[in-house]
């Protein structure tokens, strides 16, 4: 018990430093930061969407339109697999997420269902007596795809929130088809929302010169064509393009994008992969002279025509773009495009000065509630009482010196837990005094009265622990938003209480009686 090493007590007071060091920043205002020395830590705990203020937006990702695209991209295949079986159809199109059609030849009825199912084992097809056929995904397919297009959608939507420098945003999957999205500080929602709301899919197609789009939409559309409006046409520009559906490159090919300038207009430059290089200069190349559409979201942004073929695997994005637009649609190319449009189901915000005033009660509450605790303390066990009282102290500036150096996010939750985390490392030290009176009464010595306090309420003390802890750990995994800041809040306070309790007050009790040598426990 009166032996401690001296790398004991070196490493004790050296995390007790570490914890007062790391939590110093966070007595600052973040413009006040510069003021500190360079040899202090100058990272803080981020501030929740309900401490800081900020946005709430519930979006919900249409899983149907993204199938249906799939679908749409599967049609060429089968009319490719039909022609090259010599099998005649009609109605070739895609209608209630399942592809549709005619077999001409019902005694070529197997002989379809035969080339048909060699295109994708996730379709399903079915071919009636009459004819009529339908291809459609099978329900494992189906539920496969969803989850990979939330999935898909989380991580576009989280590289288009870092590209616009949001801290520590909370973005995580809700439900089957639903994203939950918190963005802390946020000062304008609404640019954000623009710009998690655009699917952002960028194409490079042929514009069909055989007619115009009025004579497509008045007469037969050509096959494989389709008319698409332009983006913010200029006076004297066409307001829509007859184009070919079949999409020569893609920006999934991309792999950066920037503002810049060109004759002094605001435009894109954008670089391919070596993949996206040579399919956009094979087809560069072999359309010299004609204009190529540059389509993004169904919307035609230019349609310049090709002087020369482009070999580099780079080029540049023109239109009536404004700084502000520029700098939008390279971030989105950069980001990538979402597998699926997406709809915001609910917003809210939340206002700084809402989110001060928590900061403010939750202050007054911890301090009150630290107050009391303290003077309880030395109020029922004097010295003793003290000490759990400075054990306290650096228990506080553990855990705020833990969370400030994870960079975690706290919440009025996680403010809760703070709260609730130092009522339980006072109660550690409760247990060992009471065990060390215990002790005192049966008549043992006082040096082996503070042995057995603190070796046969430890037990104790780990097992309330650990339950709390395991707690914790399932809030965390289970939990959400504000319930995951209480987690962390918890579990960090469990093990910095069980140091603090134990180490950090039997180092002061055992620094008293070597130094003071008392004839009795002041208890």
């Not at 003021?35 to 202090?40: E, G, K, Y």
């Not at 590209?163 to 999205?181: F, H, M």
């Not at 303290?374 to 010196?401: K, R, T």
């Not at 975690?408 to 060992?432: E, R, S, Y």
Request: glycine residues 8%; aromatic residues 6%.
């Amino acid at each position: 018990m009166l032996y401690f090493a001296n790398w004991k007590i070196l490493l004790i007071c050296a995390v007790c430093a570490l914890g007062v060091l790391f939590s110093v920043p966070n007595l600052f205002a973040p413009a006040q930061l510069a003021w500190l020395p360079a040899q202090i830590p100058h990272k803080q705990v981020n501030l929740g969407l309900d401490l800081r203020g900020g946005s709430y937006l519930l979006l919900e990702v249409d899983v149907a339109a993204a199938q249906a695209e799939q679908l749409n991209s599967i049609i060429d295949n089968v009319r490719n697999a039909l022609l090259d079986a010599k099998i005649g159809y009609t109605g070739l199109n895609v209608e209630n997420n399942a592809i549709v059609f005619n077999i001409r030849d019902t005694d070529r009825i197997q002989d379809a269902r035969d080339a048909l199912a060699k295109i994708d084992t996730s379709l399903s097809v079915d071919i009636s007596s009459d004819g009529a056929g339908k291809m459609q995904f099978t329900s494992q397919a189906t539920e496969q795809r969803r989850q990979q297009a939330v999935d898909q959608s989380i991580e576009i939507i989280r590289r288009r929130i870092d590209e616009t420098g949001t801290k520590e945003p909370t973005i995580q999957r809700q439900g089957a088809d639903r994203i939950l999205v918190e963005l802390p500080g946020v000062g304008d929602p609404e640019h954000v929302k623009e710009l998690l709301g655009k699917t952002a899919k960028l194409t490079f197609q042929l514009v069909d010169q055989s007619m115009s789009p009025e004579e497509a939409k008045r007469g037969r559309m050509p096959l494989g064509d389709e008319v698409l409006p332009a983006q913010n046409p200029k006076p004297g520009q066409p307001t829509q393009y007859l184009v070919k559906r079949r999409v020569m490159v893609g920006g999934d090919t991309l792999v950066d994008a920037q503002a810049t300038f060109q004759n002094n207009e605001p435009v894109v430059s954008f670089r391919f992969d070596t993949a996206g290089a040579r399919r956009f200069g094979d087809a560069t190349r072999d359309n010299v002279g004609k204009p190529f559409a540059i389509v993004l979201d169904n919307k035609v942004i230019s349609a310049p025509i090709i002087k020369e073929p482009i070999l580099g695997g780079s080029g540049i994005i023109s239109g009536s773009f404004t700084v502000q637009s520029a700098s939008d649609l390279a971030l989105l190319l950069r980001a990538g495009a979402l597998p699926a449009p997406i709809t915001i189901l609910e917003e809210r915000s939340v206002g700084p000065d809402l989110g001060a005033d928590s900061i403010h009660d939750g202050a007054v509450s911890c301090i009150v509630g630290v107050v009391l605790v303290v003077i309880f303390m030395f109020l029922f066990y004097g010295l003793f009482g003290l000490f759990a009282d400075i054990a306290l102290f650096f228990n506080l500036c553990l855990m705020l010196g833990t969370l400030s150096l994870l960079g975690a996010t706290l919440t009025l939750p996680g403010i809760a837990g703070i709260a609730l985390t130092l009522g339980m490392a006072v109660d550690a030290n409760v247990l060992i005094y009471e065990r060390i009176r215990e002790e005192l009464r049966s008549g043992r010595t006082m040096l082996s009265s503070l042995e057995a306090g603190f070796t046969r309420a430890f037990g104790t003390i780990l097992d309330s622990h650990v339950t709390t802890l395991v707690a914790g750990i399932l809030l965390y995994w289970l939990g959400s938003g504000p319930v995951k800041g209480f987690a962390v809040t918890l579990s960090i306070g469990v093990l910095t209480s069980l140091f603090s309790a134990i180490l950090v007050t039997r180092l002061q009790i055992v620094s008293w009686l070597r130094r003071w040598k008392p004839k009795e426990i002041p208890l």
